[in-house]
């Protein structure tokens, strides 16, 4: 994963509402009293507790838009050397989307090694601007997709096999269907 997990919190879109849960009616009408022109809804839930919905103001929003866009284009450009080098010579990418892609296991050592001969820096770790492997299977090593069905950005699915410290073979799946809960 390349800058990603900071590329999303930079990037958010304003948080129009909030929720404020309470139990103690005191405490509601405190509440109510003190945000009576923002709340938008009240609903009654489960054990005595109340869920007040408010109007949150455009004008406090934060983020730092500029910040996620420079990450992006920092991610853009990491991952354009990669597929172009991978390109030159002749390295299939099976998937790629903003931040992963997926290579043959048999490629991955020669990418690699053109990768920091070209670019003069590591392209794999987990500092960040490098790559690292999602592939995990619990109690395993040296994890690689054996195959995988690609439905379209971010819907995929991949079996994984790895060794354990026994040295038997260990199979399991790696699933990212974003937006589709579990």
């Keep these: 994963s390349v800058l990603v997990s900071s590329y999303g919190k930079t990037c958010q879109r304003e948080i129009p509402t909030k929720l404020h849960v309470v139990k ?10 003190r945000h009576a022109s923002h709340i938008n809804s009240i609903d009654d839930m489960s054990n005595g507790w109340v869920a007040v ?21 920092e991610s853009k450009s990491i991952m354009s050397e990669v597929m172009d080098l991978a390109h030159t010579i002749d390295v299939y990418i099976y998937y790629m989307d903003t931040d992963s892609m997926q290579v043959p296991a ?13 670019y003069n820096r590591k392209l794999d770790g987990d500092r960040l601007g490098m790559f690292n492997s999602d592939f995990v299977l619990k109690g395993a090593k040296s994890v690689i997709g054996t195959r995988g069905i690609y439905v379209a950005k971010k819907v995929y699915a ?25």
């Design 106 to 118: 048999d490629d991955l050592e020669r990418l690699k090694a053109a990768y920091e001969l070209k």
């Design 53 to 73: 919905h408010t109007n949150v103001e455009v004008a406090s929003h934060y983020n730092l838009v500029q910040c996620g866009s420079l990450v992006l284009s």
């Design 158 to 182: 991949v079996e994984l096999e790895g060794v354990d410290a026994g040295g038997a073979v260990v199979t399991g799946l790696h699933l990212r269907w974003k937006g589709v809960c579990a």
């Design 24 to 33: 103690d009616d005191n405490k509601l009408a405190r509440y109510i009293v």
